[in-house]
């Protein structure tokens, strides 16, 4: 089935989508509110798959809640805690419940989460993943069996456009788009001067592309991330304007800004989207959008 | 010259599987550990010193040349009477070491290091695993870097989202294998060979245990 995300990205609208976190626990309160809060506003929701290697309740759970509560979730699928047996069998379990969006992802070092001794898996790498998806659409596994019911996927995979050196990190994105990727969320991106650079040579590609917008919350968060988040690159700009924010207003600043750069991608058309991370403050992203003069 | 890279256990640890066992033969090997400074002679005397100290007996102790090696067990007979008082093993040896002796002698063991990898020395006192044996090798199309070794999560078609100025997500004083093997290929003029998506990897090139026979033809 195409799934409405997809529908959405072949529209030519401008694309939003937003991250929802599943819980450290079976208590979906929070991440319900959020489902329901955003499952309208937005083109499609990604649930994070053990995010920075924490073990959380599954991304294919959050999926599902979504589905139920009437959204349109993009599953988030890493290759650290999966094999490719694993990974094949859950992408079966999600077509049959109606997740048709697929985020592929290498996923981080397990050295960087809450399980610091465990094994990381890599039985395949992102890349694979997508051409994994590629082939069970065609009704075989990736060990050339016949599948009894074949899925459909809109399946994306994300890029560093900042990354620094730039060049392997295009030649995987090249990659990713020849293995069967139709849509890219990027990572977090604040410089859009560089952004439109990336676009100039992305453009050529027959992929939509999502530009990632995350929400600052501090200057002391922002220069954490410089220091800390790879290929994530906040200016001495950006920060001097929400230090100057006046006391308990950093977050008005962060959304003022969040909202400012959509608008600007939008009005200016650099990206096919948006996609929004406001982790663990979800319930702004409604204002971000409305910063950003977007309506549902 | 690839060496059997290791590193002492902690003292805790190996308190704990000493426990009730009060007579010990410590055991040191000349080779690797000798040259990484965790099983020659002057660790094997350091073992000793610090046995006696917290109460133990050391029925005797010897550094054999290469424990690794058949002939270990013709040189542990000369020493027999000291080995057979004791309880048990202290082996300060790779595990290559420790099981060699364990089936020539089939006497109780500890192994007094960790054994980390196969590695070679690559500057003085510093040592890199660089290959970790796959059996099904890649390097001919990776300008002659391991990414399945170089790379944290070895990753055949190139860089992770962790990748940061050329150093690994996990520690940024290590290179990125695919920085490496990207310059590599740049200067080789073959980075086609990066743009090749790799299909998902042969993980049983050789099922554990690897074996090998030379063919009796
Ligand atoms: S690919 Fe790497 S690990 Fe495998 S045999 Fe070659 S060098 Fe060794
Ligand atoms: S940063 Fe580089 S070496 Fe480290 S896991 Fe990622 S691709 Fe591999």
Redesign the interface.
């Given at each position: 089935m195409i799934s409405s995300f997809k529908k959405s990205l072949d529209s030519g609208k401008f694309i939003v989508t937003c991250e929802v976190a599943p819980p450290k626990g079976i208590n979906l309160e929070k991440t319900a509110h959020h489902i329901d809060l955003l499952k309208d506003k937005v083109d499609a929701m990604n649930l994070t798959d053990h995010q920075s290697s924490v073990m959380r309740y599954p991304s294919l759970g959050g999926a599902l809640m979504v589905k139920e509560m009437g959204g349109e979730p993009i599953l988030q699928m890493t290759c650290r805690d999966r094999n490719?047996l694993a990974l094949q069998g859950d992408l079966l379990f999600a077509a049959s419940r109606g997740i048709n969006n697929v985020l592929c992802?290498?996923?981080?070092?397990v050295?960087?989460g809450d399980h610091k001794t465990a094994k990381?898996v890599?039985?395949?790498?992102?890349?694979?993943l997508l051409?994994?998806i590629r082939i069970l659409e065609k009704g075989k596994d990736?060990g050339g069996n016949d599948l009894d019911g074949s899925p459909v996927f809109c399946a994306g995979a994300?890029v560093?456009p900042e990354?620094?050196?730039i060049?392997?990190?295009l030649?995987?994105f090249?990659?990713k788009i020849?293995?069967g990727a139709e849509f890219i969320q990027t990572?977090a991106v604040y410089d859009l001067v560089r952004l439109k650079t990336f676009m100039e040579y992305a453009r050529q590609f027959p992929v939509k592309i999502l530009a990632g917008i995350l929400l600052l919350t501090s200057a002391p968060m922002a220069r954490f991330m410089n220091k800390n988040i790879?290929?994530v690159n906040v200016p001495q700009t950006l920060i001097d304007e929400i230090s100057q924010a006046p006391k308990g207003g950093a977050i008005v600043k962060g959304i003022e800004i969040a909202g400012r750069m959509i608008r600007t991608i939008h009005t200016e058309k650099i990206c096919d989207g948006v996609h929004i991370m406001a982790i663990g403050k979800e319930e702004l992203v409604p204002d971000i959008m409305a910063a950003a003069d977007l309506t549902s | 010259m690839i060496r059997s890279i290791t590193k002492p256990k902690s003292k805790e640890e190996i308190d704990t599987l000493l426990k009730g066992l009060n007579r010990i033969f410590i055991i040191g090997c000349g080779t690797c550990v000798t040259l990484t400074r965790t099983g020659g002679a002057p660790e094997v005397a350091a073992m000793k010193e610090a046995l006696l100290e917290s109460g133990k007996l050391v029925t005797g102790h010897v550094v054999v040349p290469v424990a690794c090696d058949n002939l270990t067990s013709e040189i542990l007979n000369e020493e027999m009477e000291k080995i057979e008082q004791a309880d048990v093993l202290l082996i300060m040896t790779c595990a290559f070491g420790v099981q060699t002796v364990s089936s020539q002698l089939k006497r109780m063991v500890v192994p007094a290091l960790d054994t980390l990898f196969i590695g070679k020395e690559t500057a003085y006192g510093q040592f890199n695993e660089i290959c970790t044996q796959c059996g099904t090798c890649i390097i001919g199309e990776t300008g002659g870097i391991c990414p399945v070794t170089n790379c944290?999560?070895?990753?055949?078609?190139?860089?992770?989202?962790?990748?940061?100025?050329?150093k690994c997500?996990?520690d940024n004083n290590k290179d990125c294998a695919?920085?490496l093997?990207?310059n590599r290929l740049t200067e080789l003029g073959r980075?086609d060979s990066?743009?090749k998506?790799?299909?998902?990897?042969n993980?049983l090139g050789e099922p554990t245990p690897g074996k090998y026979q030379i063919s009796k033809s």
């Open positions: 490719r992802l290498t996923g981080d070092s050295m960087l990381g890599f039985d395949l790498d992102s890349s694979q051409a994994a990736l994300i560093t990354a620094n050196p060049e392997p990190q030649i995987k090249e990659k020849e293995a990572q790879a290929g | 944290h999560k070895g990753l055949v078609n190139g860089p992770c989202g962790g990748t940061n100025q050329g997500e996990i695919w920085t093997i990207y980075l990066m743009r998506l790799q299909g998902p990897r993980f």
